[in-house]
């Protein structure tokens, strides 16, 4: 059996352990939280680098993918460099590739409209391919970088100028400490303190990281629909109790939730027994093609109702 571990920076409440068969290969998957310590995550990498078939790092970003350009999350990149053995990735080449497909399902095969609705990205930088296929479909995006990462009450409402954003502020954003760019730890526990609502409720669709979504979401958003990543049993309900009815989520429930992209990219990798550093995107295409990839959309609406199971 091959064994898939997830490192993340994230909540230690949110660790996982499912197994699952991919392409005929048994698997392990495991996710281990360190409450954003950074240098526990150092340490428990170093324990597992050797030990097992593939590393993922969750909860941070390493690799950027934005309109060409790669941009590199400093903090991210000395925690990869850590791993001197095991195969190791941030999901950051599933995440560009699944999301662009699951908008694409979305917007042609899903319970809830996506063309000419109104939709809110919290943060767009690092979930560009589905900042960019959202307005490829036809949404009228709202891109929230700048009002949700830095507090500047201005929404950009176009891909050029969330491209000219990229340009001239990348660089330097990602240099900064990962606390400072994204809620990690005990911060994904706390009770949202709402931070430009009227963006939220103006938006039938909000679309984007589930953490920096929840981060700032309103008491109540009757009727929405969300499109996220990694989503538990209590999100679910966190998101029921707000009256959200649809829920959508870019990777496959495995075992009763849905796995982030570096998990799942990782289990690619170990079941492949791909080398990361030359992975390709028609690669992580035909694997996708291959588990007969699509979204999982749940109406929240109705108790646990799944109206699409999708890969599982």
């Known amino acids: ?36 310590d950074l240098e526990a995550a150092r340490k428990l990498l170093r324990e597992l680098d050797g030990q097992v078939d593939a590393i993922g790092l969750g909860g941070l970003d390493v690799y950027l993918y934005v309109a060409g350009e790669q941009y590199i999350i400093q903090d991210g990149l000395r925690l990869m460099q850590e791993v001197k053995k095991t195969p190791v990735v941030d999901g950051s080449r599933v995440k560009d590739t699944a999301e662009r497909r699951a908008i694409r399902w979305l917007a042609e095969k899903g319970p809830f409209p996506v063309k000419g609705q109104k939709v809110l990205m919290v943060s767009s930088l690092d979930r560009f391919g589905m900042a960019e296929e959202l307005a490829a479909v036809g949404a009228e995006v709202v891109y929230g970088d700048l009002m949700f990462a830095a507090g500047v009450p201005y929404p950009i ?7 000219e954003f990229a340009r001239k502020m990348a660089r330097e954003i990602v240099k ?44 109540a958003l009757p009727g929405k629909a969300i499109i996220t990543q990694t989503t538990t049993q209590k999100d679910r309900e966190f998101l029921q109790a707000r009256q959200v009815r649809w829920l959508a989520t870019t990777t496959p429930i ?17 079941a492949r027994g791909w080398d990361p550093r030359e992975v390709s995107r028609e690669d992580i295409e035909e694997a996708l093609d291959e ?20 890969h599982r």
């Open 254 to 270: 495995i075992d009763g939730r849905s796995f982030a992209t570096n998990v799942v990219e990782a289990a690619l990798v170990a």
């Open 291 to 310: 588990i007969g990839y699509q979204p999982t959309v749940i109406d929240l609406g109705e108790e646990g109702g799944l109206a699409n199971h999708g």
């Open 176 to 219: 900064l400490p990962i606390h400072m760019i994204y809620p990690v730890g005990k911060a994904q526990e706390e009770e949202p303190v709402e931070k430009f609502p009227e963006f939220y409720h103006e938006a039938q669709i909000i679309a984007g990281d589930y953490h920096m979504m929840r981060r700032y979401m309103p008491k």
């Open 1 to 36: 059996m091959k064994k898939v571990v997830s490192v993340s920076l994230g909540s230690k409440s949110r660790d996982h352990k499912a197994k699952t068969d991919l392409f005929g290969v048994p698997m392990e998957l495991q996710r281990i939280g360190v409450d954003g």
């Open 157 to 163: 409402r176009s891909l050029d100028e969330l491209k």
